[in-house]
């Protein structure tokens, strides 16, 4: 913008000067060529009375005498034909002089100046003086010089303040678009300094109240989902004393422990809904702990159901850049899928491999399989919530790596997920 300012003033300062200052310059030269013809005019005309009253050898030394002051010739025509002074043609102003009208015309030498005496006995008289083309054009040059510096400082004078101006709305604008990027990133309580022109004064002001307005509405948000999640504690209170009325003890510690691990989703829940500063502090777990207790969780399922597992887990520990409740709610949300989307009996296996500093968790099945394409949240054909596959990729994302959904070898489904090493 800085520059678009100062080029628009730069165009529009030049055109101005052009516009003014060729005329003065043309104004110069005609007023330097006038001044120059009038002093010649007027030593010309000092010798009217001369040549009409005194005899030849005066005015002869008279000329001569006038033009060893002015410096340029002088020649006096008289009527029988006698040039006294510089010598000179007789051209066709002095012809037209003589016959009584003085006049100034355009030779190849300058401008010539004759001037008609009359009065002399023997007719009439002429004086001629040419104006040479450096008398002409004195002090033009240096005119013209003295206008193209002025030009030249008033086209910078005028950059200077066009860039001042510019600045006074570049600045405010600037620090527009670097609080909208910080808002852009998350930075709720940044705000910009109301600054510059009154118009740029109001977007200031109405992204503050955008910001103010966002940030009340997320807090209330996740008040919402908190206070929503906070009610699953009281059925959850419920399943867990129908866990410890059951008979069997391994029944009632099975479910006991899923009722925790319930209970425990939902506390980390409640504990992200709440509006709080993130910490300095890089997430981290050990990816080979988190699969081997959510397969194991799941195995008891799997034998329920007639389902055969293969488990391949690389040596731990594997840590990876995701905090251990998301990474377990990634993991449930890829088995889980195998349970909801394959029929009883179908075998799945679970791979846990370390590639080049990542961990690479395949989970793989061989049911009818799911074709392959992007992972939508919200976004199912199976009669599912659509938010499986979207958590896995969020807690993938989240520790630098990628979800990839592929077709198994066997023909179903395979899930394979990257996630990066934790951060300093």
């Known amino acids: 913008m800085r520059a678009r300012m100062a080029l628009l003033v730069a165009a529009v300062s030049v055109l101005t000067l052009v516009a003014f200052l060729v005329p003065l310059a043309l104004l110069v030269r ?27 050898a005066t005015i002869r030394l008279t000329v001569e005498q006038r033009a060893a002051e002015s410096g340029r010739p002088v020649s006096v025509f008289l009527p029988d034909g006698t040039v006294l002074g510089a010598p000179a043609p007789r051209t066709p102003a002095v012809a037209l002089a003589a016959r009584g009208q003085s006049l100034t015309a355009e030779s190849g030498r300058g401008r010539e100046v004759v001037i008609a005496v009359q009065g002399r006995p023997d007719g009439t008289g002429v004086i001629r003086t040419v104006v040479p083309p450096e008398e002409l054009t ?55 300094t109301p600054a510059g022109p009154p118009e740029l004064r109001e977007v200031a002001g109405a992204l503050n109240h955008l910001a103010g307005r966002i940030q009340v509405l997320l807090v209330q948000e996740r008040e919402e989902v908190a206070d929503l999640s906070h009610r699953l504690r009281t059925p959850l209170t419920a ?22 691990g319930l209970e425990r989703a939902v506390t980390g829940l409640i504990r992200q809904a709440r509006w709080r500063a993130p910490t300095a502090r890089a997430a981290s777990a050990d990816a080979a702990a988190v699969v081997a207790e959510r397969v194991a969780f799941w195995s008891v399922l799997a034998e329920d159901t007639g389902r055969a597992v293969t488990l391949d887990l690389a040596p731990g520990p594997l840590p990876v850049g995701v905090p251990a409740d ?41 049911g009818p399989g799911i074709p392959p394409g992007t992972v939508d949240r919200g976004a199912s054909t199976a009669g599912s919530t659509g938010l499986g596959l979207d958590i896995a990729r969020r807690a993938a994302q989240a520790a630098g790596g990628r979800l990839n959904l592929h077709a198994a070898p066997s023909g179903g489904a395979e899930v394979r997920l990257e996630l990066g090493p934790p951060g300093p």
Do not use: M, Y
């Not at 867990?240 to 009722?259: K, N, Q």
């Not at 989307?341 to 690479?360: C, K, M, N, Y």
């Open 239 to 260: 399943l867990r004393l129908e866990a410890e009325s059951l008979r069997d003890p391994e029944d009632a510690a099975r479910v006991a422990a899923a009722v925790d």
């Open 326 to 366: 998301e990474l377990a709610a990634a993991v449930d949300a890829l088995l889980g899928n195998v349970f909801a989307h394959t029929p009883d009996g179908t075998a799945f296996a679970v791979r846990l491999a370390a590639d080049a500093g990542r961990a690479v968790l395949t989970v793989a099945d061989e």
């Open 30 to 56: 005609t007023v330097a060529e006038d001044r120059a013809t009038v002093r010649a005019t007027a030593d010309a005309q000092s010798l009217v009375t001369v040549v009409g009253t005194a005899d030849t």
């Open 138 to 192: 004195a002090g033009v040059s240096r005119s013209w010089l003295v206008l193209a510096l002025l030009g030249v400082l008033l086209v910078l004078i005028g950059l200077a303040v066009a860039d001042r101006l510019a600045r006074t709305l570049v600045r405010p604008i600037g620090e527009l678009s670097a609080v909208s990027h910080r808002l852009a990133n998350a930075e709720l309580d940044a705000r910009v």
